[in-house]
Every structure is written in structure tokens, then in C-alpha cells.
């Protein structure tokens, strides 16, 4: 092999390590571009949850699928649901979610007697709030009337008692006229809306209140636990009412801000926590307390006098999942019995 042959493969050779060295440098740079735009998304996600705002992602997301009406759409109702909406001019437009992890404050509560745990009570109602107003705002993207069948999940960690977590899941709906301003939001089934609609009512915004109230177990208490007879435990009695009353002044202050005629579909839940007084002594302090935390949620609904009722009789279906009797949405007159 003659000198030059040997020349010309170093020469190739050298190419081909300057153009490795290229394209190392260009993955290098390519790599420390999408970590700073990534880095750069997540603190305007930070920004954007700082506010109560949703992701730039999801944002993205839901305007691509407004803008094209032929999107593939996601739902969790069921086929008679999306029938109903159908035949009545509205559609689903998807899925929307909101959800909030909240930290609880450090709680006090009293050794004299009863008390509220304010704390703890905005902490819920906080976390419920940023929740439903980010399903607010994916419905307004997707330029949605409303979001129908609304479902929250409510949970305490048990790993840690001072976190809150909170998911509104529902499905937006799009309606023949134009959008409005804010969207509607009612944790209603489509029949139930459906039904409310042609007597004249319209949802307007779900409401929700939350009570956390201190029950301090007394001497007294202990006595009636360990009684003999069957008695009314009074003290326990009590605190319900008052959890419940205050978590339902709340849910009335909501529907009053919102010009509502009324809330239906109320429903009440309530968690009951054993705790213990710290910084003391005395018998006071030996003593397992209760933490009880009252949920109300319902649909504000407003009545819409200019549109005449049209209100018929509902055919009542009976459910086999639960044996809950429901309307289904069409009259008498809808049906068409086949033999």
C-alpha cells in the first residue's frame, strides 16, 4: 500500500471525528434547550397555580380541541345521557378536571368547651374553591355552556393530617346558542338538568360549605357513654346541629352571591376525627376528643321567568345499581314502547 492511501484514511478518519464531535455538541445543546424550556414551563405553571390558574399545557391542550369541532371527546356519561343531550341540541365537549393539594394551618381549639376550628374549616372551603374554579376555566376553554355531572373527592391524607386534597371531575357540555361569559357548573346527572331546564330552571354555580367543629368530651359524656339505658347522647347532638348549621350558612352565602333561587340536590357528609389536647395537664387532657368536620355541596339553580315551563310528568326509572328512583329524562309522550 502506497504513503498516500495512508493519508487519505486519517483524513477521512479526522472528518469523521470532527463530525461526531458535531453532533455530541448539537444533542449537548438541543438537551440544555428543552431543560431550560422545561424549567421555564414548570415555573409558569408554578405562576399560573400561584393564582389559581390551570397548566400552559393543559391550556394548550383544550384550546386545540375547541378549535376543532370534530375533536375526539372524552366522558363519563353514560349513553343514555349523551343521547338526551343530543336530541335536545347540546353535545359533550370532554372531560374537565380540577384538583388542589392544600396545606391545613396549625389548628387550636378550646379546653374550656366546644368550638369551631376556623383553621381547618377555610382550609376546606379554600381547597374546594381553587378546585372548581379550575374546572371553571377548562370548560371556558373548551367554550362549553357547562359542566354536567359534576363528582368531588374530598381527602385527609393519612401520612400527614395537615394536607388536603381535593378532585372536581365533570363533563362540559355545549349548548345551540352561544357560550356564556362563565360557565355552569352542577353536579346533576343530565336527566336531572334536563328536567330542571324545562320546568325553568337553570344551574348557575355549585356551592358548598364546610364546618369544622371541636366536640370536647366531658366527664358528663363519659358517664352517658357507660350508661345503662338507652339515652340520648346530647352533647353529640348538639354538635352536629352546629356543624351542620354553619356549613349550611356558608352554602346560602354562596347562592346568595350568586343571585340563585334556590340549591338542590343538597347532600351532607361529615368526618369524624378522635384527638387529643397538647400543652396541658389534667383530666381534661386525658381525655380522647373529636374533631367533626361537616361537608354540604349542592347546585344553585335560578328561575328563568321569561322562558314559559314546559315542564311534563317524568317517567321515574328504577335504578338496579342502587335502588334510587330518578327521573330518566323523557315524558310519557317521548316513549315508544316496541313489543
Same mark, same amino acid.
Given at each position: 500500500?502506497?504513503? #498516500?492511501?495512508?493519508g487519505r484514511a486519517a483524513?477521512?478518519?479526522?472528518?469523521?471525528?470532527?463530525?461526531?464531535?458535531?453532533?455530541?455538541?448539537?444533542?449537548? %445543546?438541543?438537551?440544555?434547550?428543552?431543560?431550560?424550556?422545561?424549567? !421555564?414551563?414548570?415555573?409558569?405553571?408554578?405562576?399560573a397555580l400561584a393564582h389559581?390558574?390551570?397548566?400552559?399545557?393543559?391550556?394548550?391542550?383544550?384550546?386545540?380541541?375547541?378549535?376543532?369541532?370534530?375533536?375526539?371527546?372524552?366522558?363519563?356519561?353514560?349513553?343514555?345521557?349523551?343521547?338526551?343531550?343530543?336530541?335536545?341540541? $347540546?353535545?359533550?365537549? =370532554?372531560?374537565?378536571?380540577?384538583? !388542589?393539594?392544600?396545606?391545613?394551618?396549625?389548628? $387550636?381549639?378550646?379546653?374550656?368547651?366546644?368550638?369551631?376550628?376556623?383553621?381547618?374549616?377555610?382550609? $376546606?372551603?379554600n381547597a374546594m374553591d381553587?378546585? &372548581?374554579?379550575?374546572?371553571?376555566?377548562?370548560?371556558?376553554?373548551?367554550?362549553?355552556?357547562?359542566?354536567?355531572?359534576?363528582?368531588?373527592?374530598?381527602?385527609?391524607?393519612?401520612?400527614?393530617?395537615?394536607?388536603?386534597?381535593?378532585?372536581?371531575?365533570?363533563?362540559?357540555?355545549?349548548?345551540?346558542?352561544?357560550?356564556?361569559?362563565?360557565? #355552569?357548573?352542577?353536579?346533576?346527572? &343530565?336527566?336531572?338538568?334536563?328536567?330542571?331546564?324545562?320546568? =325553568?330552571?337553570?344551574?348557575?354555580?355549585?356551592?358548598?360549605?364546610?364546618?369544622?367543629?371541636?366536640?370536647?368530651?366531658?366527664? &358528663?359524656?363519659?358517664?352517658?357513654?357507660?350508661? #345503662?339505658?338507652?339515652?340520648?347522647?346530647?352533647?353529640?347532638?348538639?354538635?352536629?346541629?352546629?356543624?351542620?348549621? %354553619?356549613?349550611?350558612?356558608?352554602?346560602?352565602?354562596?347562592?346568595?352571591?350568586?343571585?340563585?333561587? =334556590?340549591?338542590?340536590?343538597?347532600?351532607?357528609?361529615?368526618?369524624?376525627?378522635?384527638?387529643?389536647?397538647?400543652?396541658?395537664?389534667?383530666?381534661?387532657?386525658?381525655?380522647?376528643?373529636?374533631?367533626?368536620?361537616?361537608?354540604?355541596?349542592?347546585?344553585?339553580?335560578?328561575?328563568?321567568?321569561?322562558?314559559?315551563?314546559?315542564?311534563?310528568?317524568?317517567?321515574?326509572?328504577?335504578?338496579?345499581?342502587?335502588?334510587?328512583?330518578?327521573?330518566?329524562?323523557?315524558?310519557?309522550?317521548?316513549?315508544?314502547?316496541?313489543?
Open positions: 500500500m502506497r504513503w #498516500w492511501s495512508f483524513a477521512v478518519d479526522k472528518a469523521d471525528r470532527q463530525e461526531a464531535a458535531r453532533q455530541r455538541a448539537e444533542l449537548q %445543546r438541543l438537551a440544555s434547550a428543552n431543560r431550560e424550556a422545561e424549567l !421555564a414551563r414548570q415555573a409558569e405553571d408554578l405562576q389559581g390558574g390551570i397548566p400552559v399545557m393543559a391550556r394548550k391542550r383544550l384550546t386545540e380541541q375547541a378549535q376543532d369541532p370534530m375533536a375526539l371527546f372524552t366522558s363519563d356519561l353514560s349513553p343514555s345521557e349523551l343521547g338526551l343531550l343530543r336530541q335536545n341540541g $347540546y353535545r359533550a365537549r =370532554g372531560l374537565v378536571a380540577g384538583s !388542589a393539594m392544600y396545606h391545613v394551618g396549625q389548628p $387550636y381549639a378550646s379546653s374550656v368547651g366546644d368550638c369551631e376550628v376556623t383553621v381547618l374549616s377555610q382550609a $376546606y372551603d381553587l378546585a &372548581v374554579r379550575r374546572v371553571e376555566q377548562e370548560a371556558r376553554l373548551l367554550g362549553a355552556h357547562g359542566v354536567v355531572g359534576v363528582r368531588v373527592g374530598l381527602i385527609r391524607h393519612e401520612w400527614t393530617e395537615q394536607t388536603i386534597e381535593v378532585t372536581v371531575i365533570g363533563t362540559a357540555v355545549e349548548g345551540p346558542a352561544p357560550a356564556p361569559a362563565r360557565p #355552569w357548573l352542577c353536579d346533576l346527572s &343530565v336527566e336531572e338538568w334536563w328536567a330542571l331546564h324545562r320546568a =325553568g330552571y337553570d344551574p348557575v354555580d355549585l356551592v358548598w360549605g364546610h364546618s369544622a367543629w371541636f366536640v370536647l368530651t366531658t366527664q &358528663v359524656d363519659e358517664f352517658a357513654v357507660r350508661s #345503662w339505658s338507652n339515652t340520648e347522647l346530647g352533647h353529640w347532638s348538639q354538635a352536629l346541629g352546629q356543624a351542620r348549621i %354553619r356549613a349550611m350558612m356558608a352554602v346560602k352565602k354562596r347562592a346568595q352571591a350568586v343571585r340563585a333561587s =334556590g340549591v338542590v340536590g343538597v347532600r351532607i357528609s361529615h368526618r369524624l376525627d378522635e384527638v387529643r389536647l397538647s400543652g396541658g395537664e389534667g383530666g381534661v387532657y386525658e381525655r380522647e376528643h373529636h374533631n367533626l368536620v361537616m361537608a354540604v355541596i349542592g347546585t344553585a339553580v335560578r328561575s328563568d321567568t321569561a322562558r314559559p315551563s314546559q315542564h311534563r310528568a317524568a317517567l321515574m326509572m328504577l335504578s338496579l345499581a342502587d335502588g334510587r328512583l330518578a327521573p330518566a329524562g323523557v315524558g310519557k309522550a317521548d316513549l315508544d314502547v316496541q313489543d
